[in-house]
């Protein structure tokens, strides 16, 4: 019986001396993990005075992750909240629902001016693809475009 009492406390004093002190790190897989080796760039123009500046940059991570970068001085009208980013085959945003939208492939809604980033669907090829547009859904209109070269 008195095997019993010691061997909870040794079980007791083994999982509290077992705590982990080193920092935890913890990996956000909507970042980039390293580096961003820029492969393409371009600069917004800014379509129906909606004030987009800065510029966008699509590259890979250090784990070979594709990713959209919008730099630290990008800025939109961002009070619709309804901006959303697509890649895109030209300047101009082609819906085709009907055929499965290929000239376009969403990124999700910006909502924050400054840097961003937005990664890319695995299994997605991004070769096709020769812009960056801003759609405003809720007006139907573009809110700016960067061709990245």
Known sequence: MKKLPLLLYIVFFGLVSCSDDAEQIIVDPNVPQGALNVQRSGNFVDQNNAGST??????????????????????????TGTVTVFLSTSDTFMA???????????????????????????????????HVILWCGSVGVPFGNA???
């Open 54 to 79: 800065g510029q966008a940059a699509l590259g890979t991570d250090s784990q070979g992750t594709e990713f959209l970068q919008f730099d630290s001085s990008f800025n939109t009208a961002l009070a």
């Open 96 to 130: 085709d629902p009907m055929n499965g939208n290929p000239n376009l492939l969403p990124l999700g809604p910006v909502r924050n001016s400054g840097e961003n980033f937005f990664r890319i669907p695995a299994g997605s090829s991004t070769a096709q693809f020769t």
């Open 147 to 149: 061709n990245l070269q």
